[in-house]
C-alpha cells in the first residue's frame, strides 16, 4: 500500500495501481484491502481506463459495505462518471 502512494506522489500512476492491485490480491480481506482497493480504482481512472475504474469503485462497496472506503468510492466513481 505504502508503496503504491509513493508511485503516485512521483506520478507514477501505472506502477501505483499495480501496487494496488499486489496489496490487494495479498490480503482480500486484510485491514487494508478496502483502501487499497479504492485507490487500484482510483489510479485505474486516472490512467483513463474508466470502465475497469468503475468496476473496481463498486467492487469496493459491494466487498466492503458501509466502511469509509465505500463512502469515498462513490463519490470517486461519480467523478468518473460511472452508471450505477
Known sequence: MLRGDALTSLGETSKA???????????????????????????LGALG??????????????RFPGSPAAGEAVTAAQGFGCQN
Open 49 to 62: 481506463q474508466t470502465p475497469e475504474a468503475c468496476m473496481t469503485l463498486a467492487e469496493v462497496g459491494n
Open 17 to 43: 495501481a499495480r501496487a494496488y492491485l499486489d496489496a490487494f490480491s495479498g490480503q482480500p480481506d486484510g485491514p487494508q484491502a478496502a483502501g487499497a482497493l479504492l485507490k487500484l480504482g482510483r489510479s
